[in-house]
């Protein structure tokens, strides 16, 4: 069969590339987002300070759910190759077994 082989070990270091991502979001971004960003900067009372609070705690809010996106996103992906990996040796194993 000529095409497009499937490879395990490409899929693997893929997997691998994913749960290094993940690491980096759930280490690093999360946690500068319940970290130093959590903390709404003293922005004072004037109309502009006002409306700077509110448009960090708006964009605040945002990244945070743009950042939980893709935390989901990757662990989705990190548990479709596990699943892909799992089955492809079941069916190797079904398509050569005689």
């Given at each position: 069969?000529?095409?497009?082989q499937f490879s395990?070990?490409?899929?693997?270091?893929?997997?691998?590339?994913?749960?290094?991502?993940?690491?980096?979001?759930e280490d690093t971004?999360?946690?500068?987002?319940?970290?130093?960003?959590?903390?709404?900067?003293?922005?004072?009372?004037?109309?502009?300070?006002?409306?700077?609070?509110?448009?960090?705690?708006?964009?605040?809010?945002?990244?945070?759910?743009?950042?939980?996106?893709l935390r989901n996103?990757?662990?989705?992906?990190?548990?479709?190759?596990?699943?892909?990996?799992?089955?492809?040796?079941?069916?190797?194993?079904?398509?050569?077994?005689?």
């Open positions: 069969m000529t095409g497009i395990d070990e490409a899929l693997s270091a893929f997997q691998t590339t994913v749960r290094q991502q993940l690491d980096l979001v971004i999360i946690a500068k987002l319940k970290g130093d960003l959590a903390l709404e900067p003293a922005f004072g009372k004037f109309p502009q300070a006002v409306q700077a609070a509110e448009k960090y705690k708006t964009n605040f809010g945002s990244a945070w759910t743009d950042v939980q996106g996103a990757l662990k989705a992906i990190d548990e479709a190759c596990t699943q892909t990996l799992k089955n492809y040796g079941k069916t190797e194993e079904d398509n050569t077994a005689k």
